[in-house]
């Protein structure tokens, strides 16, 4: 019953913002009110009754257009880039936060802001830095890989705003986001994120704040990107609840209707801190010829078609971990104290120097076989520090890689890139990566099209520097592992259609020399053995006048489940009703089920941020039930969300858990919302 009490709490909790919901829909009313019309085609008005009339010319005011275009680098050393959509999303908006656009399922601490390890294998991002203790914050760190650059005609900027949660335990989420161009060619622009997770449960706070700086210049010859991005996390060290019994079986510890912040916990006074901080800069000058195009038939023009490109760039970044113990923590959580018996402060740093010389044939420099091809030649300064006490230990490591890339990024039907490279002076020499992708779309029938894609990695790499070397005061290893090999190989089908869309992702990989974490918390390999992971991902979408099913179901097999544990069956199954009202408010009402099957899944160990395998906890077969209605009004997007409809019914049925890992549950059921807001001019 507790947890039902709890959402009453925090529905009182969130009415105290219901005043300012009220007053954002009162002011876009208002807006629609005083410009009930938009420009429809030159000339004419139309209004919401769908009649056009003619404008009065004496009243007509020149507007320059709104748009907004954006694009990220896909290879930001390369500079390859893709278009992305401006954050304008109106199905789903309630979940469009970090962690739930990185996988649908993680393990986590129960707050956001937390370090996390998706459930769904292939949802595992390859990181791009050498730093262990990077791995677990890739959610929600900013690199320029993530970072979108815009061309906007007007001054665009977001606002957003999220919270949820019982009273003195929200969780808090605001993004602010700001750009606009100097003239046609350079665009500067920055964002703030901030998060404060308040936490649940005891000593389960989390803060992580982004902020970022970025400018593009797109000229006819010189094309540059550069960007200044600061991550920062602030973490407290709970270590999971005491005991999973509270949650799972709570009338066996007279628990029944205890408040969660009041369930006992491993670690009072423990905490983690962890920064980020990259700069980024990348250019080219491009050669190239003007090529003569008609305009009408008395006029013609001419458009720069680039045939060569020089290209730098130089990316420095710097990472820093500390975990800190004011005082002596729990004797029986850890069982080793290597350096002092009264408190811990654990410090390691990183720091990546790498810069790129490149030169690229573009793709109409070949008119027979329209393809590109990039060579190019790297070299990395790396820096890793650690402290033992108060000696600080620097390590210095020079690596020096050459390699290439052919790609195929023009025309509608054929694109594919092929990118290797081999490091051939250095600490890490031997190491290379080569990573293939290919797609094609075509039409069925003339409303029927089909996209298909396919995609290879082979990558040999030698173990980070703190997996082989790294003293702290609970955890001490050297080791001397060999370099793992992986081979990764897949494809996709998608087939949207109005009525039905299908989507299938088949995926493979066997890694040679695998290390992972295991019981005891250290780093171990699989040396000389292969494991082999397979999942098979479906998707399968109902649209039937404005009722819509969605429906994604994961299958993974692991061959080596002490090694490499991951669920059998992991599904997602959205059932929502859409529709427009009053010609203007579109609503979304639906709810969501999330479900994964039991599992070992892996623990998490507060002193070194790493996720660890265990075997005696299963986790999983909970079915995560959640409730929702968006709302989006012009330029404004607003939800509502109950989450963790099934909760209450843990009192009553044993084993009936919402853990996310051994010791650590999610949030109970609670009531979130969410307010959006874009501006164009």
Request: charged fraction near 20%.
């Amino acid at each position: 019953m507790h947890a039902y009490c709890c959402f009453f709490t925090t529905f009182a909790g969130a009415m105290r913002i219901r005043s300012l919901l009220i007053l954002l829909m009162f002011l876009q009313v208002q807006m629609f009110a005083q410009s009930s019309s938009y420009s429809s085609e030159e000339g004419y008005e139309e209004d919401f009754s769908g009649k056009r009339k003619k404008e009065d010319s004496s009243n007509k005011k020149k507007r320059i257009p709104s748009e907004v275009r954006a694009w990220q680098l896909t290879n930001s050393y390369l500079m390859q880039t893709d278009s992305v959509i401006v954050d304008t999303l109106i199905t789903n908006y309630q979940d469009n936060n970090p962690m739930d656009k990185y996988s649908f399922f993680n393990s986590y601490n129960g707050s956001m802001a937390s370090v996390l390890l998706p459930k769904i294998y292939f949802d595992r991002k390859s990181v791009h830095t050498d730093y262990l203790f990077s791995q677990g914050y890739d959610a929600y760190v900013i690199s320029p890989e993530k970072l979108s650059f815009y061309n906007t005609k007007t001054p665009y900027a977001h606002l957003a705003y999220r919270t949820g949660g019982e009273s003195y335990h929200e969780e808090d989420y605001l993004r602010a986001l700001f750009t606009l161009n100097a003239n046609k060619r350079l665009n500067f622009g920055g964002f703030a994120d901030f998060i404060y997770a308040r936490g649940t449960y005891s000593n389960q706070s989390g803060k992580a704040l982004n902020l970022g700086f970025w400018g593009s210049y797109l000229g006819r010859n010189y094309v540059a990107y550069g960007a200044f991005l600061f991550n920062r996390f602030d973490n407290a060290e709970n270590g999971g609840i005491t005991d999973s019994r509270f949650i799972s079986n709570p009338q066996s510890m007279s628990a029944v209707g205890v408040n969660p912040s009041d369930i006992p916990v491993n670690l009072q006074n423990a905490f983690s801190r962890y920064r980020n901080d990259i700069y980024f800069y990348s250019h080219k000058y491009r050669i190239g010829k003007d090529v003569e195009y008609q305009i009408t038939e008395d006029s013609v023009g001419y458009n720069f078609v680039p045939m060569m490109s020089f290209l730098h760039t130089i990316k420095v970044e710097h990472a820093r971990r500390r975990y800190l113990e004011k005082e002596t923590t729990n004797a029986s959580f850890y069982e080793n104290n290597y350096i002092s018996n009264e408190f811990t402060n654990d410090t390691s740093a990183y720091v990546s120097m790498k810069n790129l010389l490149g030169i690229t044939l573009e793709e109409a420099f070949n008119k027979k076989m329209r393809f590109g091809l990039t060579a190019y030649v790297q070299h990395e300064l790396q820096k890793h520090e650690y402290y033992v006490d108060t000696l600080r230990n620097r390590i210095y490591d020079n690596n020096l890689k050459v390699g290439g890339s052919i790609f195929k990024n023009e025309g509608s039907i054929f694109k594919y890139n092929v990118t290797g490279d081999v490091t051939i002076v250095g600490d890490r020499i031997g190491d290379f990566n080569i990573d293939g992708k290919f797609g094609t779309v075509f039409n069925i029938t003339d409303s029927l099209p089909m996209s298909i894609s396919a995609f290879a990695w082979l990558n040999n790499a030698k173990p980070t520097y703190f997996l082989r070397d790294y003293i702290s005061n609970h955890y001490y290893w050297r080791n001397e592992f060999k370099s793992s090999f992986r081979v990764r190989a897949g494809g996709e089908i998608s087939i949207p259609y109005k009525y039905v869309d299908f989507s299938t992702r088949v995926q493979f990989e066997n890694i040679t020399n695998l290390i992972y974490f295991d019981s005891l918390a250290m780093p171990v390999q699989n040396t000389g053995k292969n494991v082999q992971v397979l999942s098979v991902d479906a998707g399968l979408g109902f649209h039937a006048w404005k009722l819509h099913l969605e429906n994604r179901i994961v299958y993974q097999m692991t061959s080596d489940k002490k090694a490499l544990p991951l669920p059998d069956i992991a599904l997602m199954s959205n059932f929502y009703f859409k529709a427009v009202a009053f010609k203007v408010l579109t609503i979304q009402l639906g709810a969501k089920l999330l479900y994964h099957t039991s599992y070992y899944a892996p623990s998490y160990m507060p002193a070194t941020g790493q996720f660890y395998n265990q075997t005696s906890t299963l986790i999983g077969n909970y079915p995560y039930l959640n409730a929702y209605i968006n709302f989006y009004l012009k330029k404004v997007r607003f939800y509502v969300q109950v989450y963790n409809l099934l909760s209450g019914l843990a009192d009553q049925k044993e084993n009936f858990t919402y853990f996310s890992m051994p010791n650590y549950p999610t949030d109970p059921l609670s009531f979130r919302f969410g307010l959006s807001w874009s501006f164009y001019d």
